[in-house]
Structure formats: C-alpha cells, structure tokens
C-alpha cells in the first residue's frame, strides 16, 4: 500500500525520486510535490511509454505526470520511442561524459515554457530528458526507466538490462550528484 507523500514527510529530503507511478496522486499530494521542489527540493520523474497500465485502473505514468508537471513547463507525450543510441545529447553538467543513451518504450516530452532545457531528443529531436527550475528547487524528468533497469522482473516480462548498456548508469549517478547539489 502507497503511504501518503505530504509535506512532513518531504522535509526530511533533499530529493524525491518518483518512478512510473502507478496510481494517480492525491490533489493534497500533488500539492505537498509542488511545494517541496518550490521551496528547494529537488525532484526526478522517471515516466513510460504511453499505454504502460500496469495494475489495469486506467491509468499510466505519463497521464499521471501530466496532473501536475505542466507547472514545471512541460509534459508527457505519450507516445512510444525506441532509440538506441538517441542521437542528440546536449551540453549540461548532467550529460558531461554521456555518449550512448538508449530507450526502450519511452515517451517523449513536450516543451511549454522556456524555462526547460532539453538533455537528450531522440534523431527527430523529440526530448526525452529534460531539466527546470521550479522556484528554488531543480526538477529533471526522463521519459524511460529502461536506463535505469538491470534487467529483472516478473517473469515474462520484456526488459532491458539498461544499466550495463552504453552511458545508462552514468547518467543516473550524474542526475543525482546534480540534484543534491
């Protein structure tokens, strides 16, 4: 069962890692969000491809995110890219080093305020990683786990051991090192 996330609880860390939710958040929750990167937490959103139910209610990551990231600048397409290498990694202290990302089933990410900088597009420059500023906080949001995957899970499942591939898990040690900073 998903303990409530709220502001309390949010105090005592610097970071909030939210990994392809499976149920939406509570208004009180999304608010307690809001008000913890405002005031100088940070925030990784880990989202999916569009269609990625996966306890069947309706509802997948990126619809999830979309309740509330707009405030952020930007939102989940929910489409389904699969790239590996992306093609276009761009110059940020996130992506020092990165060469080789992949994405299996991802979604890309649509830009709405000029605040937010694209990380990584795939070769139709679609952003699929992508960093902001949300009043004293840091948010970088990516539209794939697979990066982050080591490959196990329910048997049956189609998944990639993203973490040995390529620069995968540079790029999360070097999302963390940025936010805690």
Not at 71 to 78: A, D, L, N, S, Y
Not at 92 to 100: C, D, F, L, R, W
Not at 104 to 122: F, H, M, P, R
Request: hydrophobic share 35%; proline share 4%; aromatic share 12%.
């Amino acid at each position: 069962m998903k303990e409530d996330i709220d502001e309390y609880i949010l105090e005592m860390y610097k970071i909030l890692v939210i990994p392809e939710p499976n149920k939406p958040f509570k208004e009180e929750e999304m608010s307690a969000i809001l008000n913890f990167v405002k005031s100088g937490g940070s925030l990784f959103i880990i989202a999916d491809h569009g269609n990625s139910d996966r306890n069947g209610n309706g509802w997948d990551s990126p619809r999830i995110f979309n309740t509330f990231v707009e405030e952020f600048g930007f939102k989940f397409v929910g489409d389904d890219l699969e790239e590996a290498p992306l093609k276009y990694v761009y110059d940020h202290e996130i992506t020092q080093g990165i060469k080789n990302i992949g994405v299996w089933n991802g979604t890309s990410i649509e830009i709405l305020k000029d605040n937010v900088k694209v990380l990584i597009a795939n070769s139709e420059n679609k952003p699929y990683m992508v960093v902001t500023n949300y009043g004293k906080g840091k948010v970088v949001a990516i539209g794939d786990s697979s990066p982050f995957d080591d490959g196990t899970g329910d048997s049956g499942d189609i998944l990639h051991n993203g973490w040995q591939w390529g620069d995968d898990a540079q790029l999360a040690i070097n999302t963390i090192k940025y936010l805690m900073k």
